[in-house]
């Protein structure tokens, strides 16, 4: 009575839309279902709910994300048709230790399509001749009976599959984002533009302080044309003073 009260007080303190898995094991069932459980739980994707004295699934909440479900250890006999309708998504399913004798209680789970792992172990249905090979044939769908396929290749742990699946996640985001050059590449090329935008300004300030040196040039070339001018008609005028010096240095020399 204890456990019960303290399972069902953890369930009303929790944010039910907020939990994706809850364990309910050894908490004691009333009329087929565990007070506090219901569909308001509509993230759940993991439900353990191992020995709670469960004879019946009638009462189970629908739980549509639901995909492993535990139910060992209880007292259920059939009823498993309501699985397909409630929890559609199931892919593994834990009957063990249950009271499932025959195959036309298994044949109802034929609706849960995506089921890949069935577990019925210590139930009395084992004990039929051919139990495996007929259970193959009679649900397509699933990969693993009591831990192994039909190849006798045991199922991997639910840790292993999770690593493999978060393995898979890493390798698609590593796809997508590309490879690790391509950022730097673009880096360059960014900076590269950068470069040229800067190189174009230098050129445009380059230009214009060209033509002022152009014409800065043209300037000292014509004072330079000036000063030119200036110094040939002083050289011309010296030697005309020599030209006519030159006569009356002549004169002299012959009145000597």
Known sequence: MEMKKRITLELRNRAPEKVTELVLDNCRSSNGEIEGLNESFKELEFLSMANVELTSL???????????????DNIISGGLEVLAEKCPNLTYLNLSGNKIKDLSTVEALQNLKNLKSLDL?????????????????????ITYLDGFDQEDNEAPDSEEEEDEEGDEDD????????????????????????????????EEVG?????????????????????????????????GEKRKRDPEDEGEEEDD
Do not use: W
């Open 58 to 72: 009638a009462r189970l909440p629908t739980l549509s994300k639901l995909r492993k479900l535990e139910l060992s």
């Open 207 to 239: 230009l214009s302080y060209l033509m002022k040196e152009e014409i800065q040039d043209e300037e000292d070339d014509d004072d330079y044309v000036e000063e030119r001018g200036d110094e040939e008609e002083e050289a011309e005028g010296v030697q």
């Open 171 to 202: 390798d698609e985001d590593e796809d997508e984002a590309g490879p690790p050059g391509e950022y730097e590449e673009d880096e360059d090329e960014d900076d590269g533009g950068s470069d040229l935008g800067e190189g174009e300004e230098e």
């Open 121 to 141: 172990f210590n139930c009395e249905i084992t004990n039929l001749e051919d139990y495996r090979e007929s259970v193959f044939e009679l649900l397509h769908q």
